[in-house]
């Protein structure tokens, strides 16, 4: 560069000559040391842009300012962003990237202060915000916009308007509102305080122009003939971006107004849940549309998903439940939630109520019941399809017991051996005579003469029997009496479970 400095000058000397004063040649040098400036920074320039063309080409097109911060980019600038996902969704659009703020500025067509043109009516004038591409100066869809609300932590977006007797808000009459994204109207400019006019001058220590007195929340509410200005950030990223505002109340020339909006600006990375949901996977970068594991917060147990990436936005991603298992709708199955009373119990998994006349919440039959065997301990039997839930009480087959009833006999036999039994017996006169007597043909003579011999019996043996039968008797068979084996129902041993049905 000194070089080009010595030619410079050495030309200058040879053309004009020797005779040049001291004070045209300090001024020419000075305006070639101006050049000098000039060109380094023009190099600067041109060295700092092909540095960051050099890092975006190693990156490509992000979703987010956010997201450039985290590969270092660090040059504040107009980028490229993408928030709906690369290769899905609508084209990218250029932003403005606050690095110094973190913020990522959406760009409009109302950022300049512009005057209200005067008309009556409340909300009479009317400007329609359209969001542009900062490259092509074309609009952005709005698809995009969301999927950036969506992806930040928080946005926000200014909004100033100056007045000299012109109200937002007199007499209950609001002269001015917008319009947020949902198509409401709203006279809040400032916070998320849907519903609730409101302005910055309101949360100063000082407070709005007489508010004391007055009680209005808005400087430019007390219509004064002086000039006063209300300020305020909508912060509320349901409602955001602003898209249309409305004016009026302009009668006379004295009465002036005019309005600022500032960019959408989106700050950070909203914290997702990773793989909680289609939506949150599809925040954390993944766009490729297929089957995903998923654990949703209020589930215990993991499940099947499909994705469709290709929405254009990222509240709704369309999630379709893939079934895990072969059990068809209407699958009943006997379920313990622990195996022992003192461990945790299991939830059921997603799709499965228990049969204790549950209402069913989703699929084909939402509104409907499921059976009621827990709460009076049904057993499950199998039927034709025309008799699937009929439901039968208990019962005991009729029948009858046949008692032929039943008699005992006996019998007892006993005997005794010969024997004889010895005696006397009388005789007449003497010994050798006959004997005498009642027994025998002899009659006895005087008793005092009576002689009296031996005599015996002749041999005899003993025998006895005897038998005996009952009368037939019936059983008079009764019920069970031990209190371990009897109760109020019949039934085998078992052990309790739930039953459970998939309903969906």
Partial sequence: MHSFLAISFLFFSQSHGAQE???????????????????????????????KLEELAMIGTLRSCYEYSQYGLKTNGLYMVDPDGGLVGQEPFQVYCDFNTGATEVMHDTEVLT????????????????????????????????????????????????????????DDVNYAFWEDRQGEINTYYTGSNYGTHVCDCHYDPEGCIDEQTRGNTCNCDVHLPIPSTDTGTITNTTALPVMTLFFGGLDYDLQSAAYQLGRLKCYGDKEVKIATSCAALKKKGIMTSGYYNIKPESDTHTKLVFCDMKSGTYTDVPQVDEVSNASPLGTILAWVPQPEASLTAEALPEGWLPCDGSTITKGPWTGGKTPDLNSIGAFLRGGTDDKVLEMEDDQMQDHEHEDHGHKHSCSASSSASNHHHSYYKAKNDSPDGPFCGTDNSTPCSDPDSLAYDS???????????????????????????????????????????????RCW
């Fill in 115 to 170: 005057d209200v043109l005067h008309c009556h009516d409340p909300g009479c004038y009317q400007k329609n915000i359209t969001y542009i591409n900062g490259l092509t100066q074309e609009h952005v869809s709005m698809s995009q916009i969301v999927s950036l609300i969506e992806l930040a932590a928080y946005c926000e977006q200014e909004i100033r308007y100056d007045c000299t007797l012109a109200p937002l808000t007199i």
């Fill in 455 to 501: 005599a015996s019996t002749g041999y005899a043996s003993v025998s006895v029997s005897t038998s005996c039968s009952t009368t037939t008797h019936s059983s008079g068979m009764g019920g069970i009496k031990s209190a371990a084996r009897s109760g109020t129902e019949t039934r085998p041993i078992n052990m309790k479970v739930t039953y459970v049905m």
């Fill in 21 to 51: 004063d001291n004070s045209h040649t300090k001024d020419l040098i000075k305006r070639l040391q101006k050049v000098e400036s000039n060109i380094l920074e023009v190099k600067d320039d041109l060295e700092d842009r092909v540095a």
